[in-house]
C-alpha cells in the first residue's frame, strides 16, 4: 500500500484514540486529544499533496479520502454529543445528509457519472472542522488549562463554547444547504428511472 493511502487510512484509529482522550479525565488528555486532531487534518492534506507529487491518485484513494474524512467528522461529533457539548439533532442532520448524498453518489457512479467535490460541499467541511475545532480547544482550556492562576483560562473557555456553538449552526446549515446544491444538480439520477 502506498503512502498517501497509509495517510488516508490512518485517520480512522486516530478517531478512535481522539474519542478515547475527549472522555478522558487525566491531565493532558484534552490537549492530546486537540493535538491529535490537528495531526488528522495534516495527513488530509498530506496524502492529497503526496498522491498528485507522485502520481497515485486512484479511484480507492479518492474514494476513501472522502469516506476517512465523513468517519472522522462524525465519529468526533457523536463524542461531542456524549460530552454533552452538542444537541444530538443537530448531528442526526448532519448525519441524515452524508448519507443521502454518499449514497446519490453511489448511484450516479453506476450510472457512469461522477458527482464531484462542489465549492459549497467544500465550505461545508472546513466550517465541520472549525466547529470541532473549537469544542475541543475549549476542553483544554476548561481542563488542562484551568489550574493557571487567573480568570483568563475561564474566559477563553467560555469564549471557545460560543465559538463552537455559533460554528457548529453554521456548520449545519451549510451541510444542508451544500446537500440541497447537490440535490438540486444531480437529484434526477436518483429518481428518474431508466438508463443514463
Given at each position: 500500500m502506498n503512502l498517501p493511502?497509509?495517510?488516508?487510512?490512518?485517520?480512522?484509529p486516530l478517531m478512535f484514540?481522539?474519542?478515547?482522550?475527549?472522555?478522558?479525565?487525566?491531565?493532558g488528555a484534552a490537549i492530546a486529544a486537540f493535538l491529535l486532531f490537528v495531526i488528522a487534518g495534516l495527513t488530509d492534506w498530506a496524502d492529497g499533496y503526496f498522491a498528485r507529487k507522485q502520481g497515485l491518485v486512484s479511484n480507492f484513494?479518492?474514494?476513501?479520502?472522502?469516506l476517512t474524512d465523513k468517519?472522522?467528522?462524525?465519529?468526533?461529533?457523536?463524542a461531542l454529543v456524549?460530552?454533552?457539548?452538542?444537541?444530538?439533532?443537530?448531528?442526526?442532520?448532519?448525519?441524515?445528509?452524508?448519507?443521502?448524498?454518499?449514497?446519490?453518489?453511489?448511484?450516479a457512479a453506476t450510472k457512469g457519472v461522477v458527482v464531484s467535490a462542489e465549492s459549497s460541499g467544500k465550505q461545508k467541511t472546513v466550517t465541520q472542522i472549525m466547529a470541532v475545532g473549537a469544542y475541543l480547544l475549549e476542553d483544554v482550556f476548561r481542563n488542562d488549562f484551568s489550574g493557571v492562576e487567573g480568570t483568563w483560562t475561564r474566559q477563553t473557555a467560555d469564549a471557545l463554547d460560543w465559538a463552537g456553538m455559533i460554528l457548529f449552526g453554521l456548520c449545519v446549515f451549510m451541510t444542508l444547504y451544500s446537500g440541497v446544491k447537490y440535490f438540486r444538480k444531480y437529484g434526477e439520477l436518483v429518481f428518474l428511472e431508466g438508463e443514463s
Open positions: 493511502n497509509l495517510l488516508t487510512l490512518s485517520r480512522i484514540v481522539i474519542v478515547w482522550l475527549m472522555r478522558g479525565n487525566f491531565a484513494g479518492i474514494l476513501m479520502d472522502a468517519i472522522l467528522m462524525l465519529g468526533l461529533m457523536i456524549d460530552v454533552g457539548q452538542v444537541h444530538i439533532f443537530l448531528v442526526l442532520l448532519i448525519l441524515g445528509r452524508e448519507f443521502m448524498i454518499t449514497g446519490m453518489r453511489l448511484v
